[in-house]
Nanobody
Framework: QLQASGGGLVQAGGSLRLSCTAS????????MGWFRQAPGKEREFVAA????????VYTESVKGRFTISRDNPKSTAYLQMNNLRPEDTAVYYC?????????????????WGQGTQVTVSS
């Protein structure tokens, strides 16, 4: 079971770090991902990191501002978000999948956290 935390209210230009921790298991075999859903919009991919911790991909709008990382011994994945913008406001979900294709489809992720709200004020 995944549990996401770290959301909150921040002014534009500020930073937040989201955490995603697996309870009752480890994440060693999983690709970890972050998705987000803004009000009135569909959920969208944000970032993913593979087991090697070297391979990571980001959606274009967050490149250079967000960094995904993982600490396998702690069974935790992180999303460091810097230079936040009002358009980053959304509920952020972490997810884990064994086999994740190049399309980074939601369907490839097997387990999901409950979501944590991020609100960026202008």
């Amino acid at each position: 079971q995944l549990q996401a935390s770290g959301g909150g209210l921040v002014q534009a230009g500020g930073s937040l770090r989201l955490s995603c921790t697996a309870s009752g298991g480890n994440l060693d075999d999983y690709v970890m991902g972050w998705f987000r859903q803004a009000p009135g919009k569909e959920r969208e991919f944000v970032a993913a990191i593979w087991l090697s911790r070297i391979n990571a991909v980001y959606t274009e709008s967050v490149k250079g501002r967000f960094t995904i990382s993982r600490d396998n011994p702690k069974s935790t994945a992180y999303l460091q978000m810097n230079n936040l913008r009002p358009e980053d406001t959304a509920v952020y979900y972490c997810a884990a999948g064994i086999t994740v294709g190049e399309q980074l489809s939601e369907d490839d992720f097997d387990d999901w956290g409950q979501g944590t709200q991020v609100t960026v004020s202008s």
